[in-house]
């Protein structure tokens, strides 16, 4: 069910909360400390806008709090006190923007979350012509772009690509749009 | 054959019969998306180049992302004006 909210102001909003999050360390912190805050925030905010839907948002936040992940408590105070998170092992029945057909995935267990053995949507049982051509290094490239993309095959691929872009879009959109308000603000 | 199935439950070892017009309808509505490809209104342009496009427009995103968030951390350290308006950016992000 889509929220009333556009997907930008979910952006925002999610990424405003996770700022504040971690407001209290943030007083002495360094520019390039406070760059990573920024950037994760956004990027578990962008995510997050998708409420567990899409593989790859899952992908993004499981990855943030992966055990051996550097930035795993920083993303753990961001995300908030683990009631207030969103699941992430939801099985994806929502319609998504542009396409009411979602993939049945497997729900992993809890624990496997981390892990990495969510499964994406099975290969196709005869690859039609076109998928044919979409193989080789570009489908790899691909792949490796896209959060979880290894996992991902032929249609699925797609459209999570499809899905990734659109949210990139509006997170891009959105910080654009702040940094040019702080920009005004300070030459005032 | 098209072979559109309403269903897209996975039952156990189901696959799922993919068409070409379900692929060609989403490769071009990943054109759709693509800044340079959208520009070029010719209808001819290979899958590959979709592809080759879309990876280039992403790593552009992705360092998008990451060129602002260099310039909000040095902009948000900055701040110092009093007006309404830095106060309200002041106190919502840092």
Known sequence: ?188 | MSSRRPSSRQSSGGVSRISDDQIIALVSKLRHLLPEIRDNRSDKVSASKVLQETCNYIRSLHKEVEDLSDRLSQLLATIEAESAEAAIIRSLLM
């Open chain 1, 1 to 188: 069910m889509r929220s009333p909210f556009s997907l930008k102001q979910e952006f925002l909003k999610n990424w405003i909360l996770g700022l504040q999050r971690c407001r209290s360390s943030k007083k002495n912190m360094s520019i390039f400390e406070r760059k990573k805050v920024i950037k994760l925030s956004a990027d578990v905010a962008v995510a997050s806008a998708r409420n567990g839907i899409t593989c790859w948002s899952r992908a993004l936040i499981a990855d943030a709090v992966k055990e051996g992940n550097a930035d795993k408590h920083l993303a753990e105070k961001i995300l908030g006190p683990a009631s207030e998170r969103q699941p992430t092992e939801k099985v994806p029945v929502g319609a998504m923007a542009y396409n009411k057909r979602i993939r049945s995935k497997k729900i992993p267990k809890r624990s496997s979350v981390i892990r990495r053995t969510i499964k994406c949507a099975p290969q196709a049982a005869r690859p039609s012509s076109i998928v044919k051509r979409l193989v080789g290094k570009r489908r790899q490239i691909l792949r490796s772009l896209i959060p979880w993309g290894e996992f991902m095959n032929g249609v699925s691929l797609i459209e999570e690509t499809l899905d990734y872009i659109i949210l990139l879009r509006a997170q891009v959109d959105v910080m654009r749009s702040l940094a040019s308000a702080s920009k005004l603000v300070n030459l005032n």
